[in-house]
T-cell receptor
Framework: SAVISQKPSRDICQRGTSLTIQCQVD?????MFWYRQQPGQSLTLIAT?????????ESGFVIDKFPISRPNLTFSTLTVSNMSPEDSSIYLC?????????????FGQGTRLTVV | GNSVTQMEGPVTLSEEAFLTINCTYT??????LFWYVQYPGEGLQLLLK?????DKGSNKGFEATYRKETTSFHLEKGSVQVSDSAVYFC????????????FGGGTRLMVKP
């Protein structure tokens, strides 16, 4: 299994500012995923982050708005840039257990972001 | 593509009532299936999972059986408690590496005393 620590757990930010969310895993993983959960909605994948390469973004998400870093196999950051109230959501990172491909996925506790 | 459809909520039940939340999926191959739960103000927690046809996942009194013939993974609990009030998400994960979870829309359960 994998234990994921996500920071901060919540934040209230002013519009126009940026917030960087950190995701730390207790083991080395190849794939890390960033999701957004808007209020009352399901989870939507933002991007997939591989170590040593640029993140792959899903339709509707762009690197300028959600830059991602993946400096090593245990860590990733997601930045929400130039925030607006519409960015108020829970942001979650997730990793896949490559020892059991297709059978397990782990989530951080999420970052609850409120933009005012 | 892959998709997950689950019943819309909210589902409102009295304590000790029987719970069913329907979930059906569309996928190529044989994905793993999951139920995640999100309690108010908290992140996502894995509730149970099944990795192959006819497997039954169970946890905390909840059960779900992987039905390949009906492409379903319905969540059930015989007697719900107020503390079960949460949002429940059905999800699938393809077998090949590098694929992400596909989630259903979520079902809010409210249990009244």
């Amino acid at each position: 299994s994998a234990v994921i620590s996500q920071k901060p757990s919540r934040d209230i930010c002013q519009r126009g500012t940026s917030l960087t969310i950190q995701c730390q895993v207790d083991s080395q993983v190849t794939m890390m995923f960033w999701y957004r959960q808007q209020p009352g909605q399901s989870l939507t994948l933002i991007a997939t982050a591989n170590q040593g390469s640029e993140a792959t973004y899903e339709s509707g998400f762009v690197i300028d708005k959600f830059p991602i870093s993946r400096p090593n196999l245990t860590f990733s950051t997601l930045t929400v840039s130039n925030m607006s109230p519409e960015d108020s959501s829970i942001y979650l990172c997730s990793v896949e257990d490559l020892d059991r491909v297709g059978t397990e996925a782990f989530f951080g506790q999420g970052t609850r972001l409120t933009v005012v | 593509g892959n998709s997950v459809t689950q019943m819309e909520g909210p589902v409102t039940l009295s304590e000790e009532a029987f719970l069913t939340i329907n979930c059906t999926y569309t996928a190529t191959g044989y994905p793993s299936l999951f139920w995640y739960v999100q309690y108010p103000g908290e992140g996502l927690q894995l509730l149970l999972k099944a990795t192959k046809a006819d497997d039954k996942g169970s946890n905390k009194g909840f059960e779900a059986t992987y039905r390949k013939e009906t492409t379903s993974f319905h969540l059930e609990k015989g007697s719900v408690q107020v503390s079960d009030s949460a949002v429940y998400f059905c999800a699938l994960l393809p077998r090949n590496a590098g694929n992400m979870l596909t989630f259903g829309g979520g079902t809010r359960l409210m249990v009244k005393p």
